[in-house]
């Protein structure tokens, strides 16, 4: 059968191999391969009768439903480019990023729309609403053109738009650490190679059931519907309160593979697990951040038949690494080697190699680059940047560029080629002489099992540059934070400098940012101001 190379391709041939199978569960509802594979093919015939015209934005502000994943496919089958919202987003939020990118078309329930309904005015390229069913009051109102799913998957059939593999076909929008978010640009060869390249070393197949549990706005959480649908797998879509609801689902769906981010193993490992969890769990990867050693030990302890992935990405180049489980015992703290068909550098400011646990930035190269940042050159050329002559595979008499991820993180590549985060640049904290890195803090908290969850900022300081601070939750089952007990731990554990000079305590959980993970810039923002107006 024909490799795929567009990213509608993982649905078609899954509903050619196999239509019967089982391709998306969501709650009681379930849809075969070949009913999805139907499904998109539908909505792409919509969007072509609606006069879409290639490489058009449409957005999609829904929770993960059945509808969220055929309009994400159908874009891409129709030569239009999807552009995913994360529905924890305020309506400012969601009219930002409809402006920033110029969306011509809108997919949405009536419930958010009625929410929207104030700020759409402000998005003038947008031209057309489809509503997963029909609008009532003022939602009902509105001066744009409305379609209903059901009628619009009854269009004619018709092909799309003819695209090539290295058409864009996304726009993932991340939060970054400062200003407004950014408009990650994704090609179907990004997105297509990316789930070849990690289903390979996840080697998932059909027999898999994937927890989706992370947002789908999430370059993390979109793989695992590439991944799983390249693989002939069944994908649960989990829209969660509490964690223990992942536990639930875990059970209930037999989940073979679940990934996530710290934050959530964190709340998870504070729980009991369901004995039958680790009858079938096949394994458990990490995103998003390293994963705390505390954390990783409890996890094997609660399912010591799944095999650990630990992994590092960035939506720029979705992912870049894994460490092996097998090297897991060995090196717990490594973010591992570079992901199939994928070369991870280690450089100096100056573009030259790093030598072995000398620190220096990780850039990657190959096919999971992507296309820079929509409508923003400046950004665009402070993070993709060409390859020195000499660098990896870049010889002298190559003339044309190529461009590389320069991800802005410090990692150190030990002898045996492993690779370890030490932190990012922008968080990297300045203190008494010392770079120190908020992770490598936090993972000593961690450890002390004193806190629930915790994050470690700088913050200026007349004679050290920065000072550390902590915020920090209560550990389960406790009502407080014991901060004598746990500045002697820190004192015990770290050199002087790393010491945090003050730790503040608010109840949990910490409040995440759009991806899950717990968002640093907002409580150190928030900590700034209420220091300054209690000096003030």
Aim: with cysteine; hydrophobic share 45%; glycine share 8%.
């Amino acid at each position: 059968m024909t490799d795929a190379t567009l990213l509608s391709d993982f649905v078609r041939f899954g509903a050619q191999r196999a239509p019967a199978a089982t391709a998306l569960t969501h709650g009681d509802q379930h849809t075969r391969y070949g009913e999805l594979d139907a499904a998109v093919q539908g909505f792409a015939a919509g969007l072509m009768a609606l006069g879409l015209q290639r490489a058009e934005r449409v957005a999609i502000y829904l929770e993960k439903r059945a509808e969220t994943v055929v309009a994400s496919f159908g874009s891409a089958a129709a030569g239009t480019v999807f552009v995913p919202l994360n529905p924890m987003l305020k309506p400012e939020q969601v009219a930002y990023i409809l402006q920033d990118c110029g969306v011509r078309l809108l997919v949405t329930s009536p419930d958010r729309l009625a929410l929207l309904a104030p700020v759409l005015a402000q998005c003038p390229a947008l031209r057309h609403l489809v509503l997963t069913a029909p609008a009532s009051g003022a939602a009902a109102d509105g001066a744009l053109p409305v379609t209903l799913w059901t009628d619009l998957l009854q269009a004619p059939a018709r092909a799309g738009h003819r695209v090539i593999d290295t058409d864009m076909v996304a726009i993932l929008y991340t939060s970054g650490s400062t200003g407004r978010p950014k408009g990650v640009v994704l090609s179907h060869r990004n997105m297509v190679a990316g789930a070849k390249s990690v289903a390979s070393y996840l080697e998932n197949g059909p027999e898999d059931t994937l927890l989706a549990a992370l947002p789908l706005s999430f370059d993390a959480g979109f793989s695992q519907l590439t991944t799983g649908f390249h693989s002939g797998a069944r994908v649960v879509l989990l829209n969660y309160l509490m964690p223990r609801d992942v536990l639930k689902a875990m059970e209930r769906e037999r989940v073979t593979g679940l990934t996530a981010v710290p934050p959530l193993y964190i709340q998870l490992t504070a729980l009991e697990w369901p004995a039958a969890i680790d009858q079938h769990l096949r394994y458990f990867a990490n995103t998003g951040g390293r994963m705390p050693r505390e954390t990783l030990m409890a996890l094997r302890q609660r399912a010591p038949s799944a095999r650990p992935f630990l992994m590092y990405g960035l939506t720029e180049a979705f992912r870049s690494t894994y460490l092996p489980p097998d090297e897991v015992d060995r090196r717990p703290d490594s973010i591992g080697r570079a992901i199939p068909n994928a070369e991870i550098l280690v450089l100096r400011e100056d573009g030259s190699e790093c030598a072995p646990e000398e620190p220096g930035e990780l850039v990657h190269r190959g096919a999971l680059v992507g296309m820079g940042y929509w409508g923003d050159a400046e950004k665009t050329a402070e993070r993709y940047k060409p390859l020195p002559a000499g660098t990896g595979g870049r010889e002298a008499g190559l003339q044309i560029p190529e461009l590389a991820v320069f991800s802005g993180d410090t990692v150190r590549r030990d002898a045996e080629g492993f690779l370890y985060f030490i932190g990012r640049r922008d968080e990297m904290m300045k203190t008494s002489g010392y770079r120190v890195s908020p992770t490598e803090v936090e993972e000593v908290l961690y450890a002390t099992r004193l806190v629930g969850e915790c994050v470690a900022f700088g913050v200026d300081h007349a004679t050290l540059g920065q000072a550390i601070q902590v915020i920090a939750t209560a550990p389960d089952g406790s009502a407080t934070v014991d901060v004598p007990a746990l500045l002697a731990e820190c004192r015990r554990r770290m050199p002087a400098y790393m010491v945090p000079a003050g730790v503040a305590t608010q109840p949990g959980p910490l409040p995440r940012n759009p991806n899950g993970k717990i968002d640093r810039k907002l409580l150190s923002t928030e900590w700034l101001a209420a220091a300054d107006q209690a000096g003030g």
